[in-house]
């Protein structure tokens, strides 16, 4: 199973595009090219970090406070920005800077 395809269709999806134009006020096809260009570079990172014990704990840790198994439309339209944000400041640490002006 390719998780980057998988993640990719999921948040590009018609419902997925509609609920982040909502919430940032970009156009489908701004938001379906920053998110072809950030998840794989997201998805690397987040395997970077998991590599060492520490950095998997950590994930470990992150992800067991986000369990929202509702569809992937209303996770995104219920988003919480400012922990999100905490979140890619994690994942990307002093690179997030760099990482947000690339896409």
């Known amino acids: 199973m390719d998780l980057i395809k998988v993640l990719t269709e999921s948040m590009t999806s018609l419902d997925s595009l509609s609920a982040l ?5 970009g156009t ?21 970090n998991a590599a060492t014990e520490e950095g998997a704990q950590s994930l470990l840790g992150a992800l067991s406070q986000h369990t929202n198994s509702g569809s992937m439309r209303s996770q995104l339209a219920g988003a919480d920005l400012v922990d999100g944000d905490k979140i890619i400041s994690k994942i990307l640490g002093g690179t997030k800077t760099d990482f947000i002006n690339e896409i």
């Open 21 to 25: 134009t909502g919430r940032s006020g």
């Open 28 to 48: 489908p096809k701004q938001i379906k090219s920053a998110l072809n260009a950030a998840i794989p570079g997201l998805l690397g990172t987040m395997t970077e």
